[in-house]
Nanobody, 120 residues
Framework: QVQLVESGGGVVQAGGSLGLSCAASGTFFSINSMGWYRQAPGKQRELVARVTSGETTNYSDSVKGRFSISRDNAKNTVFLQMNSLKPEDTAVYYC??????????????WGQGTQVTVSS
């Protein structure tokens, strides 16, 4: 069983910054990718940023240049630094990870979500 526990989030004014973190715990072989996704009311969940075990990153176009994702492999933790926040960044942010629970089994896991609200 793998758990993803998120922290951070909250309410911030437009132009401000927030940081999110997500720690993976449980029994597993290794973690492949870790990332952040978000879902605004009435919209589908979308990728925000993702980082692989080899430190390759990719970002949605809407956050490039404003958000930065990083990862601490030793602590199985992923961070998202969000700068220059806009009201349209308001959403529930979910941590997601693809985890190798054995050398031949890879599964996706999700955190419980954390609310980010950007006021104008």
């Amino acid at each position: 069983q793998v758990q993803l526990v998120e922290s951070g989030g909250g309410v911030v004014q437009a132009g401000g910054s927030l940081g999110l973190s997500c720690a993976a715990s449980g029994t597993f072989f290794s973690i492949n990718s870790m990332g952040w996704y978000r879902q605004a009311p009435g919209k589908q969940r979308e990728l925000v940023a993702r980082v692989t075990s080899g430190e390759t990153t990719n970002y949605s176009d809407s956050v490039k240049g404003r958000f930065s994702i990083s990862r601490d492999n030793a602590k199985n933790t992923v961070f998202l630094q969000m700068n220059s926040l806009k009201p349209e960044d308001t959403a529930v942010y979910y941590c997601g990870a693809t985890v190798d629970t054995s050398p031949v089994v890879r599964r996706a896991y999700w955190g419980q979500g954390t609310q980010v609200t950007v006021s104008s």
